[in-house]
Nanobody, 117 residues
Framework: QVQVVESGGGLVQPGGSLRLSCAAP????????MRWYRQAPGKERELVAS???????MYGDSVKGRFTISRDNTKNAVYLQMNSLKPEDTAVYYCNLWVVTMATVYWGQGTQVTVSS
């Protein structure tokens, strides 16, 4: 299984910012579609943002205008810049790597984001 490594979670006050990172092997990263999911206590997992290998992005309605997903194919990494954070954004955030041509999905271990004063 391909190892997907996440980092950047932590505690931040409402209105603050946080940047999540996710790294994957270079042999497969450049051809993969990357996604960020999140799951809050008592709620179902939801799609936060996605980015294709060519850079096309999509966002969930709850984060549009506040979050930005990007990728660096040189560093084999995907990022989620989270601005204007709200307590409702508190969740475990997961990096998802989808190799479309192989119909294969890999998941990171998750990183906790807590928005609280």
């Amino acid at each position: 299984q391909v190892q997907v490594v996440e980092s950047g979670g932590g505690l931040v006050q409402p209105g603050g910012s946080l940047r999540l990172s996710c790294a994957a092997p270079g042999s497969i990263f450049s051809i993969a579609r990357m996604r960020w999911y999140r799951q809050a206590p008592g709620k179902e997992r939801e799609l936060v943002a996605s980015i294709t290998s060519s850079g096309t992005t999509m966002y969930g309605d709850s984060v549009k205008g506040r979050f930005t997903i990007s990728r660096d194919n040189t560093k084999n990494a995907v990022y989620l810049q989270m601005n204007s954070l709200k307590p409702e954004d508190t969740a475990v955030y997961y990096c998802n790597l989808w190799v479309v041509t192989m119909a294969t999905v890999y998941w990171g271990q998750g990183t906790q984001v807590t928005v609280s004063s």
